[in-house]
């Protein structure tokens, strides 16, 4: 039997990825070979990503070698993948979530009140750090994770804002970095998920030990949530969904671009209810984006 091919960024982190993937098919029996594929988010390293004139720009090109079969199952980090796949594109399996939160990279301590820059090119961060200090300005930042640390590590921007996950992932959190524990990450931030063709996605579907049912159930919330959100406004979109002990956990917000609270919610149910949860979230986020006019 052939190596199934993986397709994947070719940046530190998505290989680390990619291999992450392989280590799993592996513990099903299943030899797999990682493929690099540059995406538009890799050719154009200057343009904010809130300017992309569409989605998916760390995504379609990998999911567009999966469907002329040049792969067979596309690596992606889930807070990059578009809840709306590509015709003929699967979401087949998760792995185990890791760190979800963001982290803040400081030269010095801030002093809240006094204006500060910080560096991201996250439309979602941007506002949640503007709703609790209004006196910050922003400076987009784009590149792999080492590029971000150098770009940070040679100007005079006062914080740098990432994902921990991705920094702990390739050993370059550096020390002293804060969890933002109060900043709602993008739906599935942590997740690595894998794409396949939908004629396909019952054969990796039943390959026992691929997908992680726990952080399935949980994306399936921040997904859907997002799904719901992207139908009704454009504005910065944050959701969390954890489970404890028999309890789905369900955090979520949206903001206004320049930091506005828009509707931030914390909810919980039991795990044999959970389907009925995101419903009244959804209605009630709504409710609150036609009252702001968004």
């Known amino acids: 039997m052939q190596p199934i091919r993986l397709g994947t960024r070719g940046s ?17 029996g299943l030899a797999s070979l990682p493929m690099v594929i540059r995406t538009q988010g890799d050719k154009d390293q200057k343009t904010p990503l809130d300017r992309f004139p569409e989605r998916g720009v760390f995504t379609k090109a990998i999911d567009q070698a999966v469907l002329d079969g040049q792969v067979d199952l596309a690596v992606h980090s889930l807070k990059d993948l578009p809840v709306t796949l590509p015709d003929g594109i699967h979401l087949v399996a998760v792995l185990p979530r890791d760190h979800w939160k963001d982290v803040l990279i400081t030269k010095h301590p801030l002093d809240i009140n006094r ?55 390739i050993g370059l959190l550096p020390e002293g970095a804060q969890d933002l524990d109060w900043m709602i990450p993008a739906p599935g931030q942590g997740v690595i998920g894998i794409c396949c063709r939908t004629e396909e996605s019952d054969t990796y579907r039943n390959i026992k030990g691929l997908n992680h049912a726990e ?34 956990t369900f955090t979520g917000c949206i903001h206004t671009p320049d930091g506005k609270a828009i509707w931030h919610r914390n909810a919980s149910c039991p795990l044999s209810e959970m389907d009925k949860l995101l419903p009244d979230l959804c209605k009630e986020a709504r409710h609150h984006i036609l009252n702001n006019g968004l």
């Open 12 to 28: 530190q982190l998505a290989l680390w990825q990619a291999e992450q993937v392989q280590t799993a098919l592996q513990h099903c």
């Open 115 to 169: 204006p500060h820059v910080i560096a991201t090119s996250s439309s979602r961060r941007k506002a949640q750090w503007k709703a609790r200090f209004p006196l910050s300005q922003f400076v987009d930042i784009r590149g792999n994770m080492e590029v971000r640390l150098h770009k940070f590590t040679n100007n005079t921007w006062d914080g740098l804002i990432l994902s921990k996950a991705g920094l702990d992932r």
């Open 215 to 248: 952080t399935w159930e949980c994306i399936h919330l921040e997904r859907q949530f997002m799904r719901q959100m992207e139908m009704a406004c454009q504005a910065p979109v944050g959701a969390i969904a954890r489970i404890e002990a028999t309890r789905m």
